[in-house]
């Protein structure tokens, strides 16, 4: 049971460019969710899902997009990439409604835009 | 909207009590977690409280009082592994969505 786990864990991409973070579950869990943390703060929820085929945006959907074609993963795209993208970047996933059950974080993938 | 405060550093002594506050104002409220992110680390669980009052577990434990918008986090017998960053996450009634404070850097020194 590996859990939660993200690709890439480090990227260094250019301005303009566009790119996607791939995020995977094995715990069948229902919600999942995409956070970016910048140096010093707390986690900003970008965007979530309740359900395969289901998304939606949180409070700094800006830039990006996802999708949820399967119960297990959930790819974050950024579409031309800006410095103000820099961050780590956290999927999570639960398993209960309402957001009542513990969120489980992958490892995080640090973006570097230049 | 939410407003989610925590003070942003705290220090302690090893073998000691230390308690950190998160205050809260929700629109609706549904439950509040605490996770602990070590540095480079991704956060990971504590504690949930959706009722008024206090919730033990090993040396971490941690209260809630909703009239009051007001939750804490203490932690006894402070070791060294407890630096870490500490964050409140509050639940809204929205399925599945929480809004976390910035968090509480403990440093815990000998």
């Known amino acids: 049971n590996a859990g939660v786990t993200q690709t890439p864990k480090f990227h260094i991409l250019k301005i303009g460019q566009s790119m996607t973070l791939q995020c995977t579950q094995d715990?069948?869990?229902?919600?999942m969710y995409w956070y970016r943390q910048d140096p010093g703060m707390g986690l900003k929820l970008i965007y979530y899902?309740?359900?395969?085929?289901?998304?939606d945006k949180g409070e700094v959907p800006n830039g990006y997009n996802v999708s949820r074609s399967t119960t297990e993963d959930f790819p974050l795209r950024l579409e031309l990439a800006a410095p103000s993208q820099t961050s780590v970047y956290f999927c999570?996933?639960?398993?209960?409604?309402?957001?009542?059950?513990?969120?489980?974080f992958g490892p995080g993938t640090r973006l570097l835009v230049l | 909207g939410q407003n989610i405060d925590q003070p942003t550093e705290m220090t302690a002594t090893e073998g000691a009590i230390v308690q950190i506050n998160c205050t809260y104002q929700t629109s609706g409220f549904n439950g509040l977690f605490w996770y602990q992110q070590h540095a480079g680390e991704a956060p990971t669980f504590l504690s949930y409280n959706v009722l008024d009052g206090l919730e033990e577990k090993g040396r971490f434990s941690s209260f809630l009082s909703r009239s009051k918008g007001y939750s804490y986090l203490l932690l006894k017998e402070l070791q060294m592994k407890d630096s870490a960053s500490y964050l409140c996450?509050?639940?809204?009634?929205?399925?599945?969505?929480?809004?976390f404070g910035d968090g509480t850097t403990l440093t815990v020194k000998p």
């Open positions: 715990m069948n869990h229902n919600y």
């Open positions: 999570a996933s639960s398993y209960g409604t309402a957001g009542e059950e513990t969120q489980y």
């Open positions: 899902s309740v359900g395969a085929g289901i998304t």
């Open positions: 996450a509050v639940v809204n009634t929205n399925a599945g969505k929480s809004t």
